[in-house]
């Protein structure tokens, strides 16, 4: 199938734990997203990558580290995780950037810190 | 700060029922005003789009209405149906901001058969 997909779905850890979240495209996209809604399915736009290249770079801790190794994976490296970080992730990706383009979401990643 | 006001947070229409969510904006930048569908445990997908030279955009049962003047827009869900039961949020974008997308804090439609 044709997709953003996203491994793990569901991620429990401790307070403090470093974890990756790895996304991958399909499409033939090149621009890739994370976002991250919070409890309340509150959406926010955390970074993005066109052509492996970082063009959005919102207020996110530094402990949030992505990573592009090709233009078809994104993955999201968090570090000294907080309780606070716990939120589903979702992956998305576009054809492009700069223009008006469908992005097509990935199916999130929950994320609990305990 | 969000940049898009949506209402209501939630409502329940009966089935055949027309659903009505709204949005606001403050930033006359935004020239790109999506709405995406979202069903538990599932990503976000996008369901209709408008841009802000026409006032009215129709897909089926789905239609956006865009008042540029009152900075408002607004989904109408006609003939409701249980399978369109699901979190909508409206967004808004524009070029200088690369099209990033300002999302709604969302509208959970519960419709009752």
């Known amino acids: 199938d044709t997709a953003v997909s996203q491994t793990p779905k569901y991620l429990v850890t401790q307070m403090g734990n470093d974890k990756s979240i790895k996304c991958e495209q399909n499409?033939?996209?090149?621009?890739m997203y994370w976002y991250k809604q919070d409890s309340k399915k509150f959406l926010k736009i955390m970074f993005s990558?066109?052509?492996?290249?970082?063009?959005i770079n919102e207020t996110v801790p530094n402990r949030f580290s992505p990573k592009s190794p090709d233009k078809a994976h994104l993955n999201l490296h968090i570090n000294s995780l907080e309780l606070g970080d716990s939120a589903v992730y979702f992956c998305?990706?576009?054809?492009?950037?700069?223009?008006?383009?469908?992005?097509?979401f990935g199916p999130g990643t929950r994320l609990t810190v305990l | 700060q969000q940049q898009v006001k949506q209402s209501p947070q939630s409502l329940i229409v009966q089935k055949g029922g027309i659903s009505i969510i709204n949005c606001a904006y403050e930033?006359?930048?935004?020239?790109?005003f999506p709405w995406y569908q979202q069903f538990p445990g599932k990503g976000p997908a996008l369901l209709i789009a408008i841009r802000p030279d026409v006032s009215e955009k129709k897909e089926g049962r789905f239609t956006i209405s865009f008042n540029k003047s009152a900075k408002q827009f607004s989904l109408h869900i006609m003939d409701s149906q249980p399978g369109d039961s699901a979190t909508y949020f409206c967004a808004a974008s524009y070029l200088e901001d690369d099209y990033k997308l300002s999302f709604g804090a969302g509208t959970t439609v519960t419709v009752r058969a």
């Open positions: 930033n006359t930048a935004f020239d790109y």
């Open positions: 499409l033939g996209h090149d621009t």
């Open positions: 998305a990706s576009s054809q492009g950037s700069g223009r008006v383009y469908e992005q097509f």
């Open positions: 990558y066109n052509n492996k290249e970082l063009i």
